[in-house]
T-cell receptor, first 113, second 115 residues
Framework: ETGVTQSPTHLIKTRGQQVTLRCSSQ?????VSWYQQALGQGPQFIFQ???????GRGNFPPRFSGLQFPNYSSELNVNALELDDSALYLC????????????FGSGTRLTVV | KQEVTQIPAALSVPEGENLVLNCSFT??????LQWFRQDPGKGLTSLLL?????REQTSGRLNASLDKSSGRSTLYIAASQPGDSATYLC??????????????FGQGTTLQVKP
């Protein structure tokens, strides 16, 4: 059974640029969530995808967007990067939403300069 | 608005000691609660999941309890080892269909176990 994998592991971008982060769900999981974790803080919920549609969103602006594909993998896109977007981005997958808890990936460390 | 608090923020203990990490939440209407471990710069590893109807869960040297009415959960670690050094996060899944997918995290307790 494979876990949740994220790519890339590290990324450096310039303010104003756009970035795409990728996530492959754990085998058998059909729901994907994305979180942002600033240094020294707990993760903050960005949004969740189920059956290729967004079905929950946290307090993040529209420049944070996502996709889920038929194989349940997912992308997080961030436009017009700001310095405060520097963080660890975590992807989590689950089966049938929250009933069985969430499995997290190792994250992508994004640095905006 | 659901808020999750973890106390203490940091803890240092000698190897072999039993310890308790605390998590409190402001709204008792939760779906479940999950404890995670995070090593520096790494992702989250799930430790224990407690459904709202359960009182506790155990895995090896770990025991997590849940008291929904008082808004509290504890993570008990028996016979601590240096390998237990990490940040421990608790997260609640709020009740209600509109809160699908959202986990609300505390800020974590950073544990150091000294040999």
């Amino acid at each position: 059974e494979t876990g949740v994998t994220q790519s890339p592991t590290h990324l450096i971008k310039t303010r104003g640029q756009q970035v795409t982060l990728r996530c492959s769900s754990q085998s058998g999981h059909n729901t994907v969530s994305w979180y942002q974790q600033a240094l020294g803080q707990g993760p903050q919920f960005i949004f969740q995808y189920y059956r290729e549609e967004e079905n929950g969103r946290g307090n993040f602006p529209p420049r944070f967007s996502g996709l889920q594909f038929p194989n349940y993998s997912s992308e997080l896109n961030v436009n017009a990067l700001e310095l405060d977007d520097s963080a660890l981005y975590l992807c989590a997958s689950s089966f049938q939403d929250r009933n069985y808890g969430y499995t997290f990936g190792s994250g992508t460390r994004l640095t905006v300069v | 608005k659901q808020e999750v608090t973890q106390i203490p923020a940091a803890l240092s203990v000698p190897e072999g000691e039993n310890l308790v990490l605390n998590c409190s939440f402001t709204d008792s209407a939760i779906y479940n609660l999950q404890w995670f471990r995070q090593d520096p710069g790494k992702g989250l590893t799930s430790l224990l999941l407690i459904q709202s109807s359960q009182r506790e869960q155990t895995s090896g040297r770990l025991n997590a309890s849940l008291d929904k009415s008082s808004g509290r959960s504890t993570l008990y670690i028996a016979a601590s080892q240096p390998g237990d050094s990490a940040t421990y996060l608790c997260a609640v899944s709020p009740g209600g269909s509109s809160n699908t997918g959202k986990l609300i995290f505390g800020q974590g307790t950073t544990l150091q176990v000294k040999p």
